[in-house]
T-cell receptor, first 114, second 111 residues
Framework: KAGVTQTPRYLIKTRGQQVTLSCSPI?????VSWYQQTPGQGLQFLFE???????NKGNFPGRFSGRQFSNSRSEMNVSTLELGDSALYLC?????????????FGPGTRLTVL | GQQLNQSPQSMFIQEGEDVSMNCTSS?????WLWYKQDPGEGPVLLIA?????ELTSNGRLTAQFGITRKDSFLNISASIPSDVGIYFC???????????FGTGTRLQVTL
């Protein structure tokens, strides 16, 4: 079974631009969660989508948004990029929503904001 | 908010040695997960724990869900060079799908 895939793997943008990242979950998984990883803050939860609905949201500004499609694929968007948005963005999929579900991570998208 | 205090922050050990690391919190969790992350890659799930007191093994790895539900431990026996990486604990509370992550333990193995 194929794992979680994320595209693109690397991205360079400039301040003020916007970016869209894509995540395809493991086949059969219906929940997708997004995390931001930086050296200073570690792994921080952004949001979770299940059945095309946002179920949970972390403490990030409204510039960070996401959506999920009927095939469970998910995208996250960051508008008006800031230097501090440079990070590894990880998505994870699980069979279902709620605790007790094992989350499987993709390789991440490395975003650099210049 | 909930925090997971992971220790040690880093470890230098010799090949063949056993390794222990742990995660503690003041909050109660109902699921603990342990992940390993290699540079530039996403975390890989090693072990999942669902019940207080549970002890689970995966090859040379053994993890335990603390009886108080506020901590968890990971042991690696007879370390080998490919064990190098950053190990994270992560945990859920209740039914929300938000995973809280520890700060990570960087493991380096010398020959």
């Amino acid at each position: 079974k194929a794992g979680v895939t994320q595209t693109p793997r690397y991205l360079i943008k400039t301040r003020g631009q916007q970016v869209t990242l894509s995540c395809s979950p493991i086949s059969g998984h219906r929940s997708v969660s997004w995390y931001q990883q930086t050296p200073g803050q570690g792994l921080q939860f952004l949001f979770e989508y299940f059945s095309e609905t946002q179920r949970n949201k972390g403490n990030f500004p409204g510039r960070f948004s996401g959506r999920q499609f009927s095939n469970s694929r998910s995208e996250m968007n960051v508008s008006t990029l800031e230097l501090g948005d440079s990070a590894l963005y990880l998505c994870a999929s699980s069979l279902d929503t709620g605790g007790f579900n094992e989350q499987f991570f993709g390789p991440g998208t490395r975003l650099t904001v210049l | 908010g909930q925090q997971l205090n992971q220790s040690p922050q880093s470890m230098f050990i010799q090949e063949g040695e056993d390794v222990s690391m742990n995660c503690t919190s003041s909050s109660i969790f109902n699921t603990w997960l342990w992940y390993k992350q290699d540079p530039g890659e996403g975390p890989v799930l090693l072990i999942a724990l669902y019940k207080a007191g549970e002890l689970t093994s995966n090859g040379r790895l053994t993890a335990q869900f603390g009886i108080t539900r506020k901590d968890s431990f990971l042991n690696i026996s007879a370390s080998i060079p490919s064990d190098v990486g950053i190990y994270f604990c992560a945990a859920y509370t209740g039914t929300a799908s938000k995973l809280t992550f520890g700060t990570g333990t960087r493991l380096q193995v010398t020959l």
